[in-house]
């Protein structure tokens, strides 16, 4: 069973950055894509990054050019770097494997943007 694990959320003004990190319990992002999530009170979870295996990025059209998922795989560890936020990035964060396996759902992280 893998643990997924979130952090690095908080309150922010717009424009602002933060870096969200997701700790895995095992090495798993070098064989799978990994993805980051959010969810926004009301809504749906989305999927806003996807890393590939071979290092490629995607990102959603709401978040291009503001948002850059990276690995390490030494640290097995995921990172979000959030820059210029606005207040509808405000959601908690997830992260998972691109398709999510229900099992590996963590906690989240959550980010507020907000003056």
């Known amino acids: 069973q893998v643990q997924l694990v979130e952090s690095g959320g908080g309150l922010v003004q717009p424009g602002g950055s933060l870096r969200l990190s997701c700790a895995a319990s095992?090495?798993?992002?070098?064989?799978?894509?990994v993805g980051w999530y959010r969810q926004a009170p009301g809504k749906q979870r989305e999927l806003v990054a996807t890393l590939t295996t071979g290092g490629s990025t995607i990102t959603a059209d709401s978040v291009k050019g503001r948002f850059t998922i990276s690995r390490d795989n030494a640290k097995n560890t995921v990172y979000l770097q959030m820059n210029s936020l606005k207040p509808e990035d405000t959601a908690v964060y997830y992260c998972n494997t691109d398709p999510p396996v229900p099992q590996y759902w963590g906690q989240g992280t959550q980010v507020t943007v907000s003056s």
């Open positions: 095992r090495s798993i992002f070098s064989i799978y894509r």
